[in-house]
């Protein structure tokens, strides 16, 4: 049996249930502070929302008839001149960072990505989900 790809809709669901997830943690820390359980379901929730968000990008371009993409940076620059994120250096920044938060970083890079996700990336997320409810007339 054939599994259907999901629409551009579909994925952006999927990263509006992401997001939501990710702004819950964020509460939470802001309630009780970060422990190492809570910063580790941060960084999950982060890494979920920011793969969802290339997915729903990547998924709107192919709706407008675009080749497939090669790269997380390749689609985040197209987002950016179509307007679909409105930081395209803080969502470059975002996947360096991603690319440097492996399982064996130091704590000091631990804590960087750690207020990065609740001071900048949160919000270019929320950003993006406000352009593409636009882009996507809902």
């Not at 259907?4 to 997001?19: A, D, M, T, V, Y």
């Not at 968000?53 to 993409?69: C, H, I, S, T, V």
């Not at 064996?104 to 949160?122: P, R």
């Not at 929320?126 to 593409?132: H, I, S």
């Amino acid at each position: 049996m054939k599994i259907q790809p999901l629409s551009c809709e579909q994925c952006f669901k999927n990263f509006q249930e992401s997001l939501t997830e990710l702004q819950e943690v964020i509460e939470e820390i802001n309630l009780k502070g970060v422990s190492q359980k809570n910063e580790q379901h941060l960084h999950r929730s982060f890494e979920l929302t920011h793969e969802l968000a290339l997915k729903a990008m990547m998924e709107f371009f192919n709706k407008q008839g675009r080749p497939p993409y090669t790269g997380s940076r390749d689609v985040t620059l197209d987002a950016f001149n179509e307007e679909l994120i409105d930081d395209g250096k803080g969502w470059l920044d975002m996947i360096i960072c991603r690319i440097k938060a492996t399982p064996v970083y130091t704590e000091d890079v631990q804590n960087k990505v750690t207020q990065n996700i609740l001071k900048n990336y949160i919000h270019l997320f929320e950003n993006f989900e406000n352009k593409m409810k636009g882009a996507l007339n809902l």
